[in-house]
T-cell receptor, first 116, second 117 residues
Framework: GAVVSQHPSWVICKSGTSVKIECRSLDFQATTMFWYRQFPKQSLMLMATSNEGSKATYEQGVEKDKFLINHASLTLSTLTVTSAHPEDSSFYICSARAGGRNNEQFFGPGTRLTVL | AQSVSQHNHHVILSEAASLELGCNYSYGGTVNLFWYVQYPGQHLQLLLKYFSGDPLVKGIKGFEAEFIKSKFSFNLRKPSVQWSDTAEYFC???????????????FGKGTKLSVIP
């Protein structure tokens, strides 16, 4: 089956620093990648949708200058949390869609971000 | 915009009991429906999906779900649960004809299932 990886799996950083999270589709080309945020005991909230080679589309309320998304290739998307603050601490999950009429998304294992 | 509600936050069952997890969505157009499972410490995995055709969908590990359009529901069922089914279950909906972002998934808040041996 399709595999999506994320790196790192967890990260702890100081307030004010920037953190980059990578999302890779390992055995397929992902035309679209999605970034979600999950708070404890909450559902996954879509942050943004990115298509390879174009700018990401952000959901309402998500600051595009704070959460920078780059989808440079068909197998890699990155999310950079700039000037992170404690309220940015969360579980960030990416998913990837292979394209065509199949709407199935394959999810990465998530990245736990803790901002001190 | 579509929304998804899952009625139960936490369900506790004994092994061999039957399971039904509720899921309702709000969207008037065509929908694709999904159930995902997240085992402890693992990533989300697809259990089953409905795109069209037979409204009774069978998935992996003995799970099934029934799409009832008139009730906007897509409840997940399993006749006999096992301890290994302990996990969190998420219902999700996608509206393929909604234009921009038509591949996006909207998730419910999840239902935690605990199966007691």
């Amino acid at each position: 089956g399709a595999v999506v990886s994320q790196h790192p799996s967890w990260v702890i950083c100081k307030s004010g620093t920037s953190v980059k999270i990578e999302c890779r589709s390992l055995d397929f080309q992902a035309t679209t990648m999605f970034w979600y945020r999950q708070f404890p005991k909450q559902s996954l909230m879509l942050m943004a949708t990115s298509n390879e080679g174009s700018k990401a589309t952000y959901e309402q309320g998500v600051e595009k200058d704070k959460f920078l998304i780059n989808h440079a290739s068909l197998t890699l998307s990155t999310l950079t949390v700039t000037s992170a603050h404690p309220e940015d601490s969360s579980f960030y999950i990416c998913s990837a869609r292979a394209g065509g009429r199949n709407n199935e998304q394959f999810f990465g294992p998530g990245t736990r971000l803790t901002v001190l | 915009a579509q929304s998804v509600s899952q009625h139960n936050h936490h369900v506790i069952l004994s092994e061999a009991a039957s399971l039904e997890l509720g899921c309702n969505y709000s969207y008037g157009g065509t929908v694709n429906l999904f159930w995902y499972v997240q085992y402890p410490g693992q990533h989300l995995q697809l259990l089953l999906k409905y795109f069209s055709g037979d409204p009774l969908v069978k998935g992996i590990k003995g799970f099934e779900a029934e799409f009832i359009k008139s009730k906007f529901s897509f409840n997940l069922r399993k006749p006999s649960v096992q301890w290994s089914d302990t996990a969190e279950y998420f219902c999700a909906v996608n509206a393929p004809e909604s234009g921009a972002g038509s591949y996006q998934l909207t998730f419910g808040k999840g239902t935690k299932l605990s199966v007691i041996p």
